[in-house]
């Protein structure tokens, strides 16, 4: 069983290393910056008699995540784990700006080497839930919530697949394009046909996807529908040919395009930005699908979206019904800082810094073996 169903049926209250398979590198030292390890070398021999608490915190609003993480990583490196002193939120909280989310007390030469690492994973983990959170949140405003599919696999290095999609599904993404992004969290990941599919196929659109079908029948049938160019055109060839079994279309047109429709149709441009995938294609596929009598086929769309431009399809009422969104997503823009605020009780941190007691964090307990 994976952690995270023992963690939500409420038989541990936290991920332990056993989801994050550590490398074991860190407790050597390896990916820590060597300042950290030089300190701990002079307070080893220096100033062994020592209580520090060490105090996380970033300057945005936000959706917290990598606490789990962080607190598996000091309990499987520190040299006492048991010994310390570790107080933290909750992943899927919400934090304020310099609010305090983790607090570490305990000899600094048994932890303070972590600091780093700490702080990167809980700057990354931390950007990736309060983006796919912002997305979710735009993906709503128009009143109904439309999912959200996240697709970051071509964004950024392979390793990353695993905690990302971990983040991705506490920001409130269900659905993600690998099953390494699932790897944390439960599912297997989810996805139709790529443009190489239908290359396969020399562009036969309809030929790809009887194939598709074919191989996958469980699958509801869904079909990338820009590879022509002609979005409207390809998309009424596959619903007349599949009809009921036929659930959706993927639209993914490039930036750089204008799409056919429009070449057909030049009496409706000059008023708007008829490249990619914008609002009129989209109101124009939906209005001829369900003039055909195809109104169960659903929308999809895909390509450089983000917060903003998810959040204009919405307010603007585009008839569309799910979101990939990849790219976007990764943008790390939360940094976390951790700092030593007290030593042996009493106050001591650098200029600007100080101890800042926050109620909200609860106490997290040690269990060998976890």
Not at 15 to 43: C, H, M, P, Q
Not at 290 to 308: A, C, L, M, P, Q
Request: charged share 25%; glycine share 10%.
């Amino acid at each position: 069983m994976k952690e995270i169903l023992q963690k939500l049926n409420g038989e541990i209250s936290r991920l332990t290393n056993k989801t994050f398979k550590f490398d074991e590198r860190i407790g050597e030292g390896w990916f820590s910056a060597v300042y950290f390890l030089k300190t701990n070398d002079i307070v080893k021999k220096h100033v062994a008699d020592n209580t520090v608490t060490m105090q996380f915190f970033q300057k945005s609003h936000a959706v917290l995540c990598g606490t789990d993480e962080a607190i598996a990583l000091i309990h499987t490196f520190a040299e006492n784990p048991g010994s310390l002193e570790i107080y933290s939120l909750k992943d899927g909280d919400r934090v304020s700006p310099f609010e305090p989310v983790l607090t570490i007390s305990g000899p600094y030469q048994e932890f303070g080497y972590l600091e780093g690492i700490i702080d990167g994973i809980l700057a990354r983990r931390t950007s990736v839930a309060t983006n796919v959170y912002n997305v979710v949140k735009a993906a709503r405003s128009s009143g109904k919530q439309k999912p959200i599919i996240f697709m970051g696999d071509r964004d950024d290095h392979y390793t990353q697949q695993a905690g990302d999609g971990y983040s991705a599904f506490i920001g409130g993404s269900t659905a993600q394009a690998t099953h390494a992004m699932n790897e944390w969290w439960g599912k297997a990941g989810m996805g139709t046909m790529p443009h190489a599919l239908l290359q396969m196929f020399k562009g036969d659109v309809v030929a790809a996807t009887k194939a598709y079908q074919e191989e996958f029948p469980e699958d509801e049938l869904t079909t990338l529908v820009d590879y022509n160019n002609d979005v409207i055109g390809d998309s009424l060839k596959v619903a007349r040919e599949f009809g009921d079994d036929l659930k959706g279309v993927r639209l993914d047109t490039s930036r750089t395009l204008v799409d056919k429709y429009f070449l057909r149709n030049e009496h409706l441009m000059g008023t708007f930005d008829p490249r990619g995938v914008n609002p009129e294609l989209v109101f124009a596929l939906r209005k001829a699908l369900n003039k055909e009598g195809y109104n169960h086929v659903k929308i999809i769309v895909s390509g450089g979206f983000s917060e903003d431009r998810i959040r204009h399809f919405e307010e603007n009422k585009v008839p569309v019904d799910m979101y990939g969104v990849g790219g976007s997503l990764l943008d790390i823009t939360i940094g976390f800082t951790g700092d030593n605020v007290l030593l042996n009780g009493e106050q001591e941190a650098k200029q600007g810094r100080k101890y800042t007691p926050n109620p909200r964090l609860e106490k997290v307990d040690f269990v060998p073996g976890h």
